[in-house]
């Protein structure tokens, strides 16, 4: 079957008017060969507002084969398809503009049996943009790390009272270094994981009882992103407090 059939996405905005989706070609080359789609970029990427979903007609290599019905080389076909959706993040319940990520592959049509099979995969993503929760998130930590080394001074303030210089003599460095450590591991742990659990039962309540979508998971599969950091900031809180609780054993 020769096919070469182009479509559009069309998507109504609050006027009620249609808006165009852009669609990024992963693959595309220009004609300097360059392939300026292979990670989206405001600048430099090359948008379109049509695709196809597989196509025949240019897998013909001879002259006015089309016209002749020629059978086609190989078949071209979308193998990755991807449509990310973002929150707008200056107007409640609202979207911006969706993307619409395509990647092509071609299929030697010598290979083709009534059994074939390619493999073809689809995504929807819709994430918002976690500029502001990190910001924020940024200030919780930095107001009760401060938090931190207060009860941290004030303890160890209470065992210097309680274990004078005169009486360790020299012991009293070594003494000091492991209590330091023992209530810096101990306390930032126990102060961290209650801001750790604080954040994640927000998103959990917020993103489970809204009635309408406005506020979505932040974006994963990028670099830097939300799920990796509070994955590293979980690992940091776990090994500290391993780290606390064999120093109390050998205390």
């Given at each position: 079957?020769?096919a070469?059939a ?18 990024l ?7 300097e ?11 430099s ?13 240019s897998?013909?290599?001879q ?20 449509l990310?959706?973002?929150m ?24 083709v049996?009534d059994?074939?099979?390619?493999p073809a995969?689809f ?11 990190e ?9 009760f790390?401060?938090v ?11 065992w ?6 005169k ?7 070594v ?10 591991c101990?306390?930032?742990?126990n102060?961290?994981?209650?801001v ?9 309540v917020?993103?489970?009882?809204q009635?309408?979508?406005?506020l979505?998971?932040p ?13 590293a900031f ?6 500290t ?11």
């Amino acid at each position: 079957m020769q096919a070469n059939a182009f479509y559009e996405i069309y998507l109504e905005d609050a006027n009620k008017k249609l808006v165009d989706v852009p669609i990024l070609i992963k693959n595309f080359r220009d004609s300097e060969g360059k392939s300026p789609n292979v990670s989206y970029n405001e600048e430099s990427s090359r948008l379109v507002h049509r695709f196809f979903i597989y196509d025949t007609i240019s897998g013909i290599k001879q002259k006015n084969g089309y016209i002749e019905k020629k059978a086609p080389t190989y078949v071209r076909y979308a193998s990755n398809v991807r449509l990310t959706v973002q929150m707008d993040p200056n107007n409640k319940e609202r979207i911006r503009k969706p993307l619409v990520e395509i990647e092509y592959r071609e299929y030697a049509t010598a290979t083709v049996t009534d059994t074939s099979e390619v493999p073809a995969e689809f995504y929807f993503e819709y994430y918002e943009d976690g500029a502001k929760f990190e910001d924020s998130a940024e200030i919780i930590l930095y107001v009760f790390n401060g938090v931190v080394v207060l009860i941290v001074a004030i303890r160890m303030y209470i065992w210097i009272q309680l274990n004078p210089p005169k009486y360790l003599a020299r012991n009293f460095g070594v003494a000091f270094a492991k209590k330091l450590l023992l209530l810096a591991c101990d306390v930032w742990s126990n102060i961290m994981f209650m801001v750790y659990f604080v954040i994640t039962l927000y998103w959990f309540v917020m993103y489970k009882l809204q009635a309408n979508a406005y506020l979505l998971m932040p974006q994963r599969n990028v670099p830097n992103s939300t799920y990796d950091i509070f994955q590293a900031f979980l690992i940091a809180i776990v090994v500290t407090k391993t780290l606390a609780v064999f120093l109390a054993i050998f205390e």
